[in-house]
Nanobody
Framework: QVQLVESGGGLVQAGGSLRLSCAASGRTFSNYAMGWFRQVPGKEREFVAAITRSTVAVIFRSGQGRFTISRDNAKNAVYLQMNVLKPEDTAVYYC?????????????????WGQGTQVTVSS
């Protein structure tokens, strides 16, 4: 298992960019698939992006062309680069790990979760 801590959230104007980081503690990080999910109060958690242990990546439809997920196994870290941010991107963003290392967009398939980092996009 891994422990995950997100950082990089904050307040940004529409059209701006943020880079979220997820730091993992654990000796098996490179074997995990990693994902990003987000949640708005009162709504269900939503898939944002995922990357497998072999670096196959999937981005949710609204983020295609704007969001990029990447990983640096030497640093035990995964990143979410968010460009051209919109007010509807406002949410708490969560980092998640999947021990199998395989692709999934379903939150129930992930074994480890961070505590979240707030992203607020103003208009």
């Amino acid at each position: 298992q891994v422990q995950l801590v997100e950082s990089g959230g904050g307040l940004v104007q529409a059209g701006g960019s943020l880079r979220l980081s997820c730091a993992a503690s654990g000796r098996t990080f490179s074997n995990y698939a990693m994902g990003w999910f987000r949640q708005v109060p009162g709504k269900e958690r939503e898939f944002v992006a995922a990357i497998t242990r072999s670096t196959v990546a999937v981005i949710f439809r609204s983020g295609q062309g704007r969001f990029t997920i990447s990983r640096d196994n030497a640093k035990n870290a995964v990143y979410l680069q968010m460009n051209v941010l919109k007010p509807e991107d406002t949410a708490v963003y969560y980092c998640a790990g999947r021990q199998s290392g395989l692709m999934s967009t379903a939150e129930n398939d992930y074994d480890s979760w961070g505590q979240g980092t707030q992203v607020t996009v103003s208009s």
